[in-house]
Each structure stands twice: as C-alpha cells, then as structure tokens.
C-alpha cells in the first residue's frame, strides 16, 4: 500500500506565496508520475501541475509562471511552489501519484487527502 501525505496548505494575503509539500510512504517500487490537482468551491477537480520521474513538467494554463512543481525523487516527495497568489487560487489541492506497488509490482494510482489553500485579505 502506498500513501501521500500532503502539508503546506493555509491562508495567504493576495500576491502571497506558499509552497505544499507531498511524501510517498508505504510499499514503494518506483513512482512514476506526480501531480497537484485542485477543487475550487461549486467547481470540479483540475490539474494544476505535474511531473514525470525525469523532470517534464506541464502546467494549467492559470498557474503558468506563477507555480513551479518540482520533485524529490530521493525523498518520493513533489513540491509546488506558488507565488503571486490570487484569490481565484482557493481551493483544496490534492496530490496524486502513479506508483508501482513493491508488494506485487502492480501500478497504483494514489490520493492524498488534500490540503485547503485560502488566498483572501
């Protein structure tokens, strides 16, 4: 079984900058993939960033130039970077990743839990 756990996530003045960070634990192969995604309130879930095992990033075109995803292949953690934050950004941000499994060596397509992010002054 494999697990992310996100942190990072609070309440940040417009033009505010936060950074969220999600760990891989558990049964870990290998990680393939890993991505934020957000839900902003009455919306539905949307990709904000990802990452492949190499470095290839793509962004939502909302965030382009403002987040940086990056990842810590050594530590099974992805990092989001978000600077000039803007009110529109409120939402929860989940991290996902495609793993395989060390226990049977089947992918896994993971969650976390989520992590509410509040651009507001």
């Known amino acids: 079984q494999v697990q992310l756990v996100e942190s990072g996530g609070g309440l940040v003045q417009p033009g505010g900058s936060l950074r969220l960070s999600c760990a891989a634990s558990?049964?870990?192969?290998?990680?393939?993939?890993m991505g934020w995604y957000r839900r902003a309130p009455g919306s539905e879930r949307e990709l904000v960033a990802r990452?492949?095992?190499?470095?290839?990033?793509n962004y939502a075109d909302s965030v382009k130039g403002r987040f940086t995803i990056s990842r810590d292949n050594a530590k099974n953690t992805v990092y989001l970077q978000m600077n000039s934050l803007k009110p529109e950004d409120t939402a929860v941000y989940y991290c996902?990743?495609?793993?395989?499994?060390?226990?049977?060596?089947?992918?896994?397509?993971?969650w976390g839990q989520g992590t509410l992010v509040t651009v507001s002054s």
């Open positions: 996902k990743a495609g793993a395989i499994s060390s226990n049977n060596y089947r992918f896994l397509e993971v």
């Open positions: 558990g049964s870990i192969f290998s990680i393939n993939t």
């Open positions: 990452i492949t095992s190499s470095g290839s990033t």
